[in-house]
């Protein structure tokens, strides 16, 4: 079997489509697979380390109210698929699987062009303008949470929860073990993430925060952020003995979950469903500046079954955030309660259920 997978921009498009590549190898090891992405990408980094053919397009972003820009966009865009068609026809393949993202667009386009078989699978609680307008071509539709299927306009028997496709190592997490093997059994150990695009609020926060984790021996702070601050942090926060920060954790990253009594993120799927599969109480940020309000949908699901708070970006510096963290350190019954909601959000073997599905063509 032959199978196109796309999907990028931002690590919530792509960790699905490599989850899902790498389930469909473990069930067919005879597979052949190409995932078709941006240049110079996220996507193009991650399979190559996965050791996946990858080809490379040109992607455009319609992030604009301009109607001329969205014209030259379009016109971009439809020239952009001649390498795709060229390339497809190459490969002649049997399914084409779409994670989201702008760049998904030309490769479903020359996919119906072309006649192919069509799978798509939605991270989100509110489903991408890419996802929802291909969805009536596909053959089915994957959603993360049960309250994403009203928001698709086609019959419900063409779409199936299966949660998000995360990778094997968060699906047995131990967290004392994990507590224990990274040395921090007596501290309480807060996990922040500030390495995306709209990391800047949460990457300034925790900057921010530098007396307050100063002032708490019983705490360790682990912060992932980018390259823009990576250096300031070494330079401003290398006196305090009890927070680190990382540029990248990629390989051991769900150890590091595990170890963990707070996450504080944006609310991107991904990173949600990495939260629940482990079971950890949480603050989340979520992004102004993303389409369809998604982060904030996703972020109010948590909310709403008393796994995580919500935190403004314009507050996340005022004292209220800092009395969150307190509350959480102080009051164990509570943190608890939400890691144990979170947990109850997970569903775990979407990964091998969409493999499953699509191997068989259903």
């Not at 949470?145 to 699906?171: A, H, L, M, Q, W």
Request: aromatic residues 10%.
């Amino acid at each position: 079997m032959k199978i196109i997978i796309s999907g990028g921009g931002i690590g919530g498009h792509v960790y699905p489509a490599i989850s899902i590549v790498e389930a469909i190898l473990d069930r067919d090891s005879s597979t052949q697979v190409l995932y078709i992405g941006a240049s110079d990408s996220i996507e193009q980094k991650v399979a190559k380390k996965s050791d996946i053919d990858f080809f490379s397009v040109k992607s455009y972003s319609f992030y604009s109210k301009n109607i001329f820009h969205k014209v030259i966009l379009s016109i971009k865009l439809f020239l952009s698929s001649f390498s795709i068609i060229s390339k497809m026809k190459n490969f002649d393949p049997d399914v084409i699987i779409g994670t989201g993202g702008y760049i998904m667009c030309p490769v479903m386009i020359v996919a119906l062009l072309l006649r192919k078989k069509i799978f798509l699978h939605e991270q989100n609680v509110v489903p991408g303008t890419t996802t929802r307008f291909f969805s009536k071509f596909a053959t089915k539709v994957f959603v993360s949470y049960s309250e994403s299927v009203d928001k698709f306009n086609i019959p419900r028997s063409r779409i199936e929860i299966t949660g998000n496709p995360i990778r094997s190592s968060f699906c047995n997490v131990n967290r004392r073990s994990e507590k224990a093997k990274l040395g921090y059994e007596d501290k309480f150990v807060i996990l922040s993430f500030g390495e995306s695009a709209d990391g800047k609020s949460i990457n300034d926060f925790v900057l921010h925060a530098k007396e307050y984790i100063e002032s708490n021996s019983n705490l360790e702070w682990i912060h992932i952020t980018n390259d823009v601050y990576y250096d300031r942090y070494c330079n401003d926060m290398k006196d305090l003995k009890n927070f680190k920060v990382y540029k990248c954790l990629d390989d051991n990253i769900s150890s590091y979950y595990g170890a963990s009594d707070l996450i504080i993120s944006r609310s991107e799927a991904m990173t949600l469903s990495q939260i629940s599969s482990v079971g950890v109480a949480s603050i989340l940020v979520s992004s102004s500046v993303v389409s369809n309000d998604y982060q904030y949908q996703n972020a109010l699901l948590y909310k709403n079954e008393g796994a995580a708070f919500i935190v403004e970006d314009s507050k996340l510096k005022s004292s209220s955030t800092y009395d969150i963290i307190d509350k959480l350190i102080d009051d164990d019954k509570l943190r608890n309660t939400m890691a144990n909601n979170s947990k109850n959000l997970a569903l775990l073997g979407a990964s091998y259920i969409i493999a499953d599905r699509v191997l068989l063509g259903e």
